[in-house]
């Protein structure tokens, strides 16, 4: 009762300060564009995601920011994402206001500008916890401060190329080799694609929206790479014009590619499969409505119930306050009948399921990892039964806390305005 009345009060003190579902644009016709530039780190660069003092030897496939602009003449929204283990709220905080300053073709807010990740284990610590030795930040602030300009100027870039667009969508079958490490079955059985076409029928960018750590690669790996995930853009840039966007989906508790190897090998059939069912799906696609254009977005006090949390940030490891609560932002946006909901962090796919069954558009999409990187947001029987869980007790010491699943979905209730079911409330059975 009383983890339900903090939530209550938390979100009812907190919708004075963003929530803000924009009004349609009658008659709005979209404008698409879209950029990437490469945001490879140097070598020597301490690597995210395994082992302490893993730096970087080698390239074996660029990292990219990417970034798409939609616009439908009254409310911009840009999208961007970035091949690194995880961006917090800070560091997203200040790539947003980077990106609305240099956007000069297009006035975008910053608050309109949505910044995820595809978590890949052998790109740069952004994070600051896999530094040199325990108690040393793993980040290295110039290149922060590069990525951060790098996507900003995809932002402004993809705003001045957009151009009339319309909009098909599909939806593929998760491929086999996706499976849910602690709770076997229980993964997304489709995945949602998105594709933005000019008037001519070509593509100006596709986005994937398939859930799956990139870790076929292992600690042993120190060349920098997005995984499996760089197989898939190299072949989707062989087969089809236009940008090709990765969005990352509900990742938590613990969804993994199958690895029997950990290879470059097979992270590219891995990559090349999940392409190839991008693009056999387009061959399918069905014409969607794409305009006008909602947003909606709402700051959070998230509470910090982990003490690991909090003296991270005592130890300065991390570019965040975390005492007892931290900043975080949970956002909603539409194309038409196109939807996006944020997660700010690696959330149990239960959470996806959930946040769905709250939008009524025919493609839906839950961007993990967006606006921030909290860690594993659990459902609460992972903290009541950790050990019933393989992988449980790490999933749960590298969690915000039991509440924030809850406060996630609390706030996007708040956030999406279409009529609710009853079935979003099945995650608390869990």
């Known amino acids: 009762m009383?983890?339900?009345?903090?939530?209550?009060?938390?979100?009812?003190?907190?919708?004075?300060?963003?929530?803000?579902?924009?009004?349609?644009?009658?008659?709005?016709?979209?404008r698409v564009g879209a950029s990437s530039g490469v945001i490879t780190p140097p070598t020597g660069t301490l690597l995210a995601g395994y082992d302490l003092n893993r730096r970087s030897t080698g390239v074996h496939d660029d990292l990219f920011a990417k970034a798409v602009v939609f616009d439908d003449g009254k409310t911009p929204v840009a999208l961007v994402t970035?091949?690194?283990?995880?961006?917090?709220?800070?560091?997203?905080?200040?790539?947003?206001?980077?990106?609305?300053?240099?956007?000069?073709?297009?006035?975008?807010?910053?608050?309109?500008?949505?910044?995820?990740?595809?978590?890949?284990?052998?790109?740069?610590?952004?994070?600051?916890i896999w530094g040199p030795s325990e108690g040393e930040t793993g980040r290295d602030e110039t290149y922060i401060k590069s990525l951060i300009a790098t996507a900003a100027e995809q932002v402004a870039r993809a705003a001045k190329s957009r151009v009339p667009a319309h909009l098909v969508r599909a939806e593929a079958p998760t491929p086999e080799w996706v499976v849910n490490d602690s709770e076997p079955g229980d993964t997304e059985k489709t995945f949602p694609i998105l594709q933005c076409l000019d008037a001519s029928g070509a593509s100006i960018v596709t986005l994937t929206n398939l859930a799956c750590h990139p870790t076929v690669l292992d600690g042993d790996t120190t060349d920098v790479s997005a995984d499996w995930v760089g197989a898939f853009y190299a072949k989707m840039a062989s087969q089809l014009s236009g940008e090709h966007v990765f969005v990352q989906g509900a990742i938590g508790g613990w969804i993994q590619p199958v690895t029997p190897e950990r290879t470059f090998a097979l992270a590219q059939r891995y990559g090349e499969d999940a392409a190839s069912r991008t693009l056999a799906?387009?061959?399918?696609?069905?014409?969607?409505?794409?305009?006008?254009?909602?947003?909606?977005s709402l700051p959070i006090d998230m509470p910090i119930e982990n003490p690991v949390y909090e003296q991270m940030a005592a130890a300065k490891l991390t570019p965040r306050l975390m005492d007892k609560t931290t900043k975080t932002e949970v956002a909603w946006f539409a194309l038409g009948d196109a939807e996006f909901a944020t997660h700010p962090g690696e959330s149990a796919p239960c959470f996806a399921r959930a946040s769905r069954d709250l939008m009524r558009g025919e493609s839906k999409f839950i961007i993990g990892l967006g606006l921030d990187e909290l860690?594993?947001?659990?459902?609460?029987?992972?903290?009541?039964?950790?050990?019933?869980?393989?992988?449980?007790?790490?999933?749960?010491?590298?969690?915000?806390?039991?509440?924030?699943?809850?406060?996630?979905?609390?706030?996007?209730e708040q956030l999406i305005p279409q009529e609710k079911s009853k079935k979003h409330l099945a995650y608390l059975a869990y």
Do not use: W
Not at 283 to 296: D, E, V
Not at 388 to 412: C, D, F, H, N, T
């Open 375 to 412: 860690g594993y947001i659990c459902k609460t029987d992972y903290f009541d039964q950790p050990d019933k869980y393989p992988s449980g007790k790490y999933l749960v010491s590298m969690s915000p806390g039991r509440s924030a699943g809850e406060i996630l979905q609390r706030a996007l």
């Open 82 to 128: 970035l091949d690194c283990i995880g961006l917090m709220y800070p560091d997203v905080q200040a790539l947003r206001q980077e990106a609305s300053s240099r956007c000069t073709a297009l006035a975008i807010p910053p608050e309109r500008i949505i910044v995820s990740s595809i978590h890949t284990h052998c790109g740069p610590d952004t994070i600051g």
């Open 281 to 296: 799906a387009l061959k399918n696609a069905a014409k969607l409505q794409g305009g006008p254009i909602r947003f909606a």
């Open 2 to 30: 009383k983890i339900r009345l903090t939530i209550a009060v938390l979100l009812l003190a907190m919708t004075f300060l963003t929530s803000c579902a924009t009004a349609p644009a009658p008659g709005a016709s979209l």
